[in-house]
């Protein structure tokens, strides 16, 4: 990719007080012929070379283009295992739009794990609330689980986090045969306007009758 080429794709990039240009004279100035293709080319590429700056630029481009489908849930799944890129957030919110539910155990890697770039700034864990919200989102029953495991969470805001999305998600699958998990997490829910109370009650919370016992990776 020359000079030239990467302020182009930068220029396809959506934030506030920029209008992006639009997919046609990308093409044409580029030039190319298929962005998706280009944008999974480029995104391959950056991935071998472990390059954070033309990752960037490869989920630029494939997010614009549509390139980001099913097809690449493996490869982002494994990218939560990773902060070579520094993306870790994008690739959350891009596993959440995918919601495939062979991603559950990379989403809580993602919840469970804060990468050392961003140790001086993430005091509120913004990574792991955006996995959970992706777990929320997600519709294996393997995601229930680890919601549920993420209640315990020793980060109060990833504990409460947890428990308001476990608490979502299981009033609409009480018909799913729940019962017990759903009476507990009210529990826990009925708890979360004292936070004291809150995490009391979590950290005695024990595995019941509707833990499968399966975790995802520490």
């Given at each position: 990719?020359t000079?030239e080429?990467r302020?182009?794709?930068?220029q396809?990039a959506r934030?506030q007080?920029?209008?992006?240009?639009?997919?046609?004279e990308?093409?044409?100035?580029y030039?190319?012929?298929?962005g998706?293709?280009?944008?999974?080319?480029l995104?391959?590429e950056?991935?071998a070379?472990?390059?954070p700056?033309?990752?960037?630029?490869?989920?630029t481009?494939?997010?614009?283009?549509?390139?980001?489908?099913a097809?690449?849930?493996p490869?982002?799944?494994?990218?939560?295992y990773?902060?070579?890129?520094?993306?870790?957030?994008?690739v959350?919110?891009?596993?959440?739009d995918?919601?495939d539910p062979?991603t559950?155990?990379?989403?809580?890697?993602?919840a469970?794990w804060?990468?050392?770039?961003?140790l001086?700034?993430d005091?509120v864990?913004?990574l792991?609330?955006?996995?959970v919200?992706?777990?929320r989102?997600?519709p294996?029953?393997d995601?229930i689980d680890?919601?549920?495991e993420l209640t315990?969470?020793?980060?109060?805001?990833?504990?409460?986090?947890?428990?308001?999305?476990l608490?979502?998600?299981?009033?609409m699958?009480?018909?799913?045969?729940k019962?017990?998990?759903?009476?507990h997490v009210?529990r826990i829910?009925?708890?979360?306007?004292d936070?004291?109370?809150?995490?009391?009650?979590?950290?005695?919370?024990q595995?019941?009758?509707?833990?499968?016992?399966?975790r995802g990776?520490?």
């Open positions: 990719m000079p080429q302020e182009l794709v930068k396809l934030y007080g920029h209008i992006p240009i639009s997919r046609d990308f093409l044409n100035r030039p190319a012929t298929d998706a293709q280009l944008g999974r080319d995104l391959r950056a991935i070379d472990r390059d700056t033309r990752f960037v630029l490869a989920m481009l494939g997010d614009s283009f549509g390139a980001i489908d097809s690449l849930a490869t982002l799944a494994e990218l939560t990773e902060d070579w890129h520094q993306s870790n957030e994008w959350v919110d891009l596993l959440d995918l919601r062979t559950v155990p990379a989403l809580l890697q993602a469970r804060l990468p050392d770039y961003m001086q700034e005091e864990r913004a792991a609330v955006k996995a919200w992706a777990l989102h997600n294996s029953p995601a680890a919601l549920r315990t969470h020793e980060h109060p805001n990833i504990a409460w986090n947890a428990t308001e999305r608490h979502e998600r299981c009033v699958t009480t018909s799913g045969g019962p017990a998990l759903l009476a009210q829910h009925a708890a979360g306007a936070r004291a109370a809150f995490l009391a009650l979590v950290q005695r919370s595995p019941g009758p509707f833990s499968r016992g399966r990776p520490t």
